[in-house]
């Protein structure tokens, strides 16, 4: 008997289970908002994945369906929804709501943060949710972190940037912590949506622009206006995404529906994780070749700089915001005990 016949055979007989079993459980049929359309390479299709496998491996008991970017809220603006319970369910990213509560931030992406192996050690093993779940449940909200995805570009670039200095005064739109650290080198932030970036980069509203790594930026066109494209992703090194449940609606679920979500989550975030890694290298191909975008890495002085800044920025945040510094110190300690095995475990 072969590994796939006898995998085949526990899946088949686990799904047996869970439908036998979801006579037995409360019915939910749930519209899940989107904060990334369908057709969104890698983040779109997730969306889609994680819905359809809740409702399957639920035995339909919870029923998903995925609603695009703007169908019931705005592309970003979920968070007050999914709080009052006029919207049960919805897929983005923490480090949306960092409005609301900026140590969210610590649970979408860090500066100069920790990899997929070391993040997820910290969230799942080493005090992170619980962080989490005492952060959201003042909103009425349960998050389950479901997705990640590996490093980011740093920003695409209608002119080449020969120092720092050339990003003064510039409009960008930019994600979460790292926008405070570009906001210390003279850039002007805002987070938009992804579907909004490209019509303000043509309109001139902003002048450069990040999002994601390179297949999901292709997917939306940056390189038809900016040609310079920076990295490394010194802002996002490896990013989380959640789906946000209405505390009430999550409470209301049997203890084996709680599971399934859980088991969905931490499924799609090695298979996502993976999956946008086997693409990005034919994918920055492309840029070159096929679309005439010339990459840039930036040196060790200005990433040097922009640690400095990140250090600073979060000296500040913290100084102001006690949940930001419980969190901030809680992940820092980690890191600083993680560090010994981080440095000399793996080759550099």
Known sequence: MTLKTILGGI???????????????????????????????????????????????????????FFEPGALVPGIQYFDAVSSGSLPIAYGSPGYNIGQESALAFFAAVPFGPGFAEYNAWV???????LLDE???????????????????????????????DLKGLKMR??????????????????????????????????????SMPSIDESFGFYQIAKHYYFP???????YGEIAINMDEWNSLS?????????VCKANIT??????????????GRMEKDHGVQVHRWSDE??????????????????????????????????????TWRTRGYLR
């Open 11 to 65: 899946v088949a007989a686990a799904l047996a289970v869970s439908v036998a079993s979801a006579a037995d459980q409360p019915r939910k049929r749930w519209k899940m908002h989107s904060a990334f359309g369908s057709q969104v390479d890698i983040l779109g299709p997730a969306g889609l994945r994680i819905a359809d496998n809740i409702t399957k491996l639920s035995g339909d008991s919870i029923r998903v369906k």
């Open 124 to 130: 799942f093993h080493a005090g992170g949710q619980e």
């Open 135 to 165: 952060i959201y449940a003042k909103y009425n909200i349960k998050a389950v972190l479901c997705s990640m995805i590996p490093p980011e570009s740093s920003g695409w670039f209608k002119h080449e940037i020969k120092s720092l200095d």
């Open 174 to 211: 930019f994600f979460g912590l790292g926008a405070r650290v570009m906001e210390k080198v003279g850039v002007s932030t805002q987070l938009l949506a992804g579907g909004d970036i490209y019509p303000a980069l043509e309109l001139g509203s902003i002048d450069a622009t990040e999002f």
């Open 233 to 239: 992703g010194w802002h996002q090194p490896s990013s």
């Open 255 to 263: 203890e084996l529906q709680h599971l399934v979500i859980d088991t």
């Open 271 to 284: 298979y996502e994780f993976s999956e946008a890694e086997s693409l990005q290298g034919a994918a920055m």
């Open 302 to 339: 200005t990433i040097d700089t922009l640690r400095g800044h990140w250090a600073s920025v979060a000296e500040e945040m913290a100084a102001a915001d006690p949940m930001f510094k419980r969190v901030w110190e809680h992940y820092s300690a980690f890191r600083e005990t993680h560090k």
